[in-house]
């Protein structure tokens, strides 16, 4: 440490820091056991003070903590403190795990808007809804569609789906055990694992938008404001019920982070803002854009780009991967590149790109200097999980049964594909029953297999990161299409062969039994960390042998 960052601190104050910093005398540290609200207050404060971040807890903030109510003091001071800066920025200085359990899958997109936080869902994958908690099947029954005279036939047509969901998963997980017998090489668990993941796969079509899931979450006090008032604004009364729940219970942790959202001149006014120019240009839409015929598309059409020549896209690349090494403006700098011969070029960006030897390694922002928008036309499922990807921009259309739907040719081959149409239709049905009435809860009836239109718009590099996490074998086939055809626009249409030649980690393969190598490759690091366990185990007679043990 330098004299400069020396603490005049004394023995017992000193021993009052080792239960809130993990180092009490380096220059970096964490820190522990505070309230959410403590550490928001901590650094507000840290920002118009001259010392280190320990000084400033030991003179201001210690004396609080041995107060009834230390969370309630910091409180009045991140108050103060907010309304003195008037910086929003404040609010990301704490955060909170929250727990939002029985939620539509029509809601959790809307929750799952925000791109700064992080979410982890239930998966369709390895959890068959074939159950019935409490004697009812899990989807979300909405208050106006069971309050109105559709009510009867809702949940009379989804107890139909679910009940031919519940009797396919036994056949179809039977049909596909048959057809992949496990060989020597594989456990059974590896091959219970992989064979299970690729039935629900194959039957997850027929689960109904309105199938509840449950969303873990963490995010700072800005981006849990920012959702409140998406979901206050939201159509969906679900979608309002719980903003309702959640500002309540993040209140017992971060209160201070969120004192505007329900103020009506401060988070009121903004949630009517979004909701009236949503409403207001949803009805220019209906007024002004001819809905029929809808002209077919393809899944993935390449809308725009930029640039548009492939040599410029090349400069452009060029000049971003050496702009942060050089001193000249980018414009002098570009001019420069743009004389270069071809191999020149192509010079610097295989050392930019370097040898990527997986997904993970992947070239700088330079590759933020070209971009991508496609129109894509796929089902509902894939675009599930191609919509976590957050880092880019992505609108989506209102669920709908009138694009058709996506059948696993797998399903014709097990002989059940009667059962998948029966279903499909009940749910296309009970969508046109509802739509004159409740035309935002209609799509609770659509099933995952029907298509849905989404624009993703992504730089090049964003583009890498999706294209081959999505594209990797163990991927959901429907979505696996969509990132490789995406790759393939990337090359072919938009002439940037740079750019796909660099994302060498996209997969174009087939793979039947899709989780399989995955699986392996988990038992793999299993029996390694039991091996590791157990030397040590071995080696310290204090340790229980392989503490670790498999799950």
């Known amino acids: 440490m330098n004299d400069a960052a020396r603490l005049d601190l004394s023995a017992e104050e000193r021993q ?17 056991d ?4 403590v550490k928001g207050a901590m650094f507000a404060r840290y920002s118009r003070y001259g010392g280190s971040l320990k000084r400033l807890f030991v003179d201001e903030f210690a004396d609080d903590l041995a107060t009834e109510d230390p969370a309630a003091r910091a409180a009045q001071l991140y108050d103060r403190i907010f309304s003195e800066y008037g910086d929003d920025s404040v609010a990301q200085l704490g955060g909170a795990h929250v727990a939002l359990e029985n939620v539509s899958n029509l809601a959790t997109k809307r929750i799952e808007w925000g791109r700064l936080a992080a979410y982890l869902e239930q998966s369709t994958r390895y959890i068959p809804y074939d159950t019935k908690p409490d004697g009812r099947y899990r989807y979300h029954r909405d208050a106006d569609i069971m309050a109105g005279p559709h009510a009867e036939a809702y949940v009379r047509e989804l107890d139909a789906i679910f009940d031919t969901y519940a009797g396919l998963v036994p056949e179809v997980l039977t049909w596909v055990r048959e057809r992949w017998p496990k060989d020597e090489a594989t456990s059974k668990f590896v091959y219970n694992n992989a064979t299970k993941a690729k039935a629900l796969d194959l039957i997850r079509g027929l689960l109904p938008a309105a199938t509840t899931s449950n969303v873990g979450m963490f995010a700072s006090g800005q981006s849990y404001e920012g959702l409140l008032l998406r979901l206050r604004s939201d159509p969906l009364a679900e979608s309002q019920e719980l903003a309702q729940r959640l500002l309540a219970e993040l209140r017992k942790v971060i209160p201070s982070f969120l004192t505007r959202v329900d103020r009506p001149e401060r988070g009121g006014a903004w949630s009517d803002y979004l909701a009236r120019t949503r409403d207001e240009t949803r009805a220019l839409a209906d007024e002004l854009v001819p809905q029929d015929p809808v002209q077919p598309a393809d899944l993935v059409t390449l809308v725009d780009h930029a640039p548009k020549d492939p040599i410029d896209a090349e400069v452009a690349l060029v000049t971003a991967a050496l702009y942060p090494h050089v001193t000249i403006s980018e414009t002098q700098l570009q001019a420069e590149v743009s004389t270069w011969p071809a191999e020149q070029r192509a010079e610097v960006l295989r050392a930019y790109i370097g040898d990527r030897a997986n997904r993970r390694h992947k070239p700088g922002r330079g590759f933020e200097r070209v971009w991508y928008r496609f129109d894509v036309l796929g089902d509902y499922g894939g675009f599930r999980d191609l919509q976590r990807h957050r880092m880019l921009t992505i609108e989506w259309q209102d669920l709908t049964t009138r694009h058709g739907y996506e059948t696993p040719p797998e399903l014709e081959q097990a002989g059940v594909a009667e059962r998948w149409h029966e279903a499909l239709e009940r749910s296309a049905a009970l969508y046109e029953r509802l ?9 609770y009836a659509v099933c995952f297999a029907y298509r849905v239109r989404y624009v993703m718009q992504m730089n090049a590099r964003a583009a890498m990161q999706m294209l081959e996490l999505r594209s990797s074998p163990q991927g959901h086939p429907q979505y696996r299409k969509v990132v490789q055809e995406m790759h393939r ?13 660099a994302m060498s980690h996209v997969d174009h393969g087939e793979n039947e039994l899709e989780r399989l190598e995955s699986e392996r490759a988990a038992e793999r690091r299993r029996e390694q960390r039991a091996a590791v ?5 071995r080696a310290d007679t204090t340790a229980p042998s392989g503490a670790e043990g498999q799950p």
């Open 16 to 32: 009052l820091l080792g239960g809130f910093v993990t180092d009490t005398d380096g220059e970096v540290f964490a820190l522990t």
């Open 34 to 37: 505070l309230p959410e609200v």
């Open 435 to 443: 739509l004159p009435d409740h035309p935002s809860q209609a799509q």
């Open 489 to 501: 626009l990337i090359r072919d249409d938009a002439g940037h062969t740079a750019v796909a030649e």
């Open 533 to 537: 366990a157990g030397t040590a185990g």
